[in-house]
């Protein structure tokens, strides 16, 4: 699977921004995905995860009410809403996928097969 992100930016705090990322090389409506950033010094930590078919979403506590996850399968795409951003949301997202198999959704990067190569969202204060 070849994932391609896009759609980071610089932004002010408050403001939004909506990541894509579009797959290709595989059935994308067989794929579980999540979001996953990076800061400097910092560990890759999780953001959020969507199930094959789109019914099953899990964000962590720290964008909850903030970011959304979403898919559409008929264009081999998945999103990331971003609202209310803050210096803290600052990284490098990556988007992943895992050949999981199952309509769920995987909160751990280490389940994850394939990545992107990552799109830079700086959040300024």
């Known amino acids: 699977v070849q994932l391609v992100e896009s759609g980071g930016g610089l932004v002010q705090a408050g403001g939004s921004l909506r990541l894509s990322c579009a797959a290709s090389?595989?059935?994308?409506?067989?794929?579980?995905m999540g979001w996953f950033r990076q800061a400097p010094g910092k560990e890759r930590e999780f953001v959020a995860a969507i199930s094959r078919s789109g019914l099953i979403t899990y964000v962590a506590d720290s964008v909850k009410g903030r970011f959304t996850i979403s898919r559409d399968n008929a264009k081999n795409t998945l999103y990331l809403q971003m609202n209310s951003l803050k210096p803290e949301d600052t990284a490098v997202y990556y988007c992943?996928?895992?050949?999981?198999?199952?309509?769920?959704?995987?909160?751990?990067?280490?389940?994850?097969?394939?990545w992107g190569q990552g799109t830079q969202v700086t959040v300024s204060s």
């Open positions: 992943a996928a895992t050949p999981d198999g199952r309509d769920r959704v995987v909160s751990s990067s280490n389940n994850y097969d394939f």
């Open positions: 090389g595989r059935t994308f409506s067989r794929l579980p």
